[in-house]
């Protein structure tokens, strides 16, 4: 019964760099999201993989940010030439869109980037 | 203006007070979703509501669609709810979520 796990939970890089976060939601979970949280700020939505649908990528502030999720399951976030802005806590949640529970999300620890 | 407005931003009080924090929002909504941000970061889902009330222990949540608002309650508070309170909306239409800001509440003993 694991949750949704995240990694790597902390991530330290340098201007430049690019970087990738990973998530793995809760088993059978169709639905998946990013989030950020920048310090002292509220959560940002970036992106929703539901199924096989194509992704919503509303929420992503810039081109050099994109995610892929692989057979409906783990996710990975890419930050490309990452920016001292880009330091936050990115938090990846999951939800089961069939039977009860419908909607609630379950969140996983996040992973914090620092962004030197 | 944010689409999500959550008051107030920081609330105190001692251990056994009824504690209100409300979210007023101003779009469309299919759903309304309360969050808790425990300090080490962690975020838990309490609710999610798209109409009249839910209790959990000793949490209550409300929503008046008409209004675009809704409430948060917790009942003879504990030192162990001290935490950042979020809510957030998704916007009809999408499958996206829209937070407020938060509420820090500290409940002392």
């Known amino acids: 019964g694991a949750g949704v796990s995240q990694s790597p939970s902390n991530k330290v890089t340098e201007k430049g760099k690019d970087v990738e976060l990973r998530c793995d939601p809760i088993s059978g979970h169709t639905a998946l999201y990013w989030y950020r949280q920048s310090l002292g700020q509220g959560l940002e939505f970036l992106i929703y993989f539901q199924g096989n649908s194509a992704p919503d990528k509303s929420g992503l502030p810039s081109d050099r940010f994109s995610a892929e999720r692989t057979g409906g399951s783990v996710s990975t976030l890419t930050i490309q030439r990452t920016q001292q802005e880009d330091s936050a806590v990115y938090l990846c949640?999951?939800?089961?869109?069939?039977?009860?529970?419908?909607?609630?999300?379950?969140f996983g620890p996040g992973t914090r980037l620092l962004v030197l | 203006k944010n689409e999500v407005e959550q008051s107030p931003q920081n609330l105190t009080a001692q251990e056994g007070e009824f504690i209100t924090i409300n979210c007023s929002y101003s779009v469309g909504i299919s759903a309304l979703h309360w969050l808790q941000q425990h300090p080490g970061g962690g975020i838990v889902s309490l609710f999610m509501l798209s109409s009249g009330k839910k209790k959990h222990g000793r949490l209550i949540a409300t929503i008046n669609i008409q209004e675009k608002h809704s409430s948060l309650h917790i009942t003879a508070s504990h030192p162990r709810d001290s935490a950042v309170y979020i809510c957030a909306v998704r916007q009809r239409g999408t499958d996206k979520l829209i937070f407020g800001t938060g509420t820090r509440l500290q409940v002392f003993p």
């Open positions: 949640a999951s939800s089961n869109t069939r039977g009860l529970n419908q909607e609630t999300q379950y």
